[in-house]
C-alpha cells in the first residue's frame, strides 16, 4: 500500500483528504465530517502519548494538517494503558460509548498503521504502553523479556 508521504506531488490538503477518505470507508462513517471529527480526536489523543524521536518521525509521514494536529498537544506524564486511552476518546467525542470509542479509535489508528512507514509504526508502538498495537490492528509487540531472578 502507498504511504501518504509517497501519494506523490498532491498537495498537503489532498493528503489530508486520502486519510480522512480512508477512515470514512474503513470505519463505515456516513460522511466526510463525522470521520474528520473522530480522526482529529483519536490524532489529538496519540499526539499526548508520542515524544521524542517518534514523534517527529510520526509527524513527517502525516499529511501536515495531521502533524498539526499531533504537534500541538502536551505530553502526558503518565501514560495512559490502551483502555484508559479508548476511554479518553470516549470522553472527547459527543455521545460516544465505550464501544464505539473503541471502534473510532482502531479505525483510525488502523489506517495510520497501513500507511505509516513500518520503521515509524514500529518506533511509535515501541514507545507505547503494552496494549497499544491491537488497537493498530496489529499483534503486541514483544521485546526480549528480562533475565530470570536468580534464587540463591
Same mark, same amino acid.
Given at each position: 500500500m502507498t504511504t501518504l508521504t509517497e501519494a506523490g506531488p498532491a498537495?498537503?490538503?489532498r493528503t489530508w483528504q486520502i486519510l480522512i477518505e480512508r477512515v470514512r470507508?474503513?470505519?463505515?462513517?456516513?460522511t466526510r465530517a463525522q &470521520?474528520?471529527?473522530? #480522526?482529529? %480526536? /483519536?490524532l489529538s489523543a496519540l499526539g499526548t502519548h508520542v515524544t521524542g524521536d517518534e514523534r517527529v518521525a510520526l509527524a513527517r509521514a502525516l499529511p501536515e494538517e495531521a502533524a498539526r494536529v499531533i504537534a500541538a498537544q502536551i505530553p502526558v506524564i503518565r501514560p495512559l494503558t490502551a483502555r484508559e486511552f479508548v476511554e479518553s476518546v470516549a470522553s472527547r467525542l459527543?455521545?460516544?460509548?465505550p464501544?464505539? &470509542?473503541?471502534?473510532? #479509535?482502531? %479505525? /483510525?489508528?488502523t489506517v495510520l498503521a497501513d500507511l505509516l512507514p513500518p520503521p515509524v509504526l514500529t518506533d511509535v508502538?515501541?514507545?507505547l504502553p503494552p496494549g497499544y498495537a491491537l488497537l493498530f490492528g496489529r499483534a503486541e509487540l514483544t521485546g526480549p523479556r528480562p533475565p530470570a531472578p536468580r534464587r540463591g
Open positions: 498537495s498537503t490538503s470507508e474503513a470505519g463505515g462513517y456516513t &470521520a474528520e471529527r473522530v #480522526t482529529r %480526536t /483519536v459527543d455521545n460516544s460509548t464501544a464505539t &470509542a473503541r471502534w473510532d #479509535t482502531g %479505525t /483510525v489508528l508502538l515501541t514507545q
